[in-house]
């Protein structure tokens, strides 16, 4: 049920490895099983942010029971991650949480 999607400008040589990397830190983050959480990796994209082309990402993470009171954390985490994988300064990085309600969320032919 948690989705991590990356999006980024910078090219990322092995992206299967990073995405990889990427689903089990989700997992560790929010403390869910790794079996449900699914990594979007969108790089070398066309991205902008304070009037210049230098590296930047967009992160979105969506995951029922997102726990809202944690975002500063989560955001904190989140950013040293990319930080780490992709040498994204914090500052070049924006976050968007999403806690969508259970019946807004489909898998396996249902909802949770």
């Known amino acids: ?5 990356i999006i ?5 040589e092995d992206k299967q490895s990073m995405a990889m990397k990427a689903s089990k830190f989700t997992a560790e983050l929010l403390g869910k099983p790794e079996s449900y959480v699914m990594v979007r990796l969108q790089s070398e994209q066309t991205l902008t942010f304070a009037g210049n082309a230098n590296p930047a990402a967009l992160i979105k993470l969506k995951s029922l029971g997102l726990p809202e ?5 989560l955001s904190s985490s989140i950013c040293n991650f990319i930080n780490t994988e992709l040498t994204i300064s914090s500052q070049r990085i924006y976050i968007e949480f999403s806690n ?3 019946h807004m969320w489909g ?5 949770f």
């Open 8 to 12: 980024t400008n910078v090219a990322i």
């Open 107 to 111: 898998w396996d032919n249902r909802t």
């Open 69 to 73: 009171e944690n975002t500063t954390t």
């Open 100 to 102: 969508p309600e259970r």
């Open 1 to 5: 049920m948690p989705l991590l999607e």
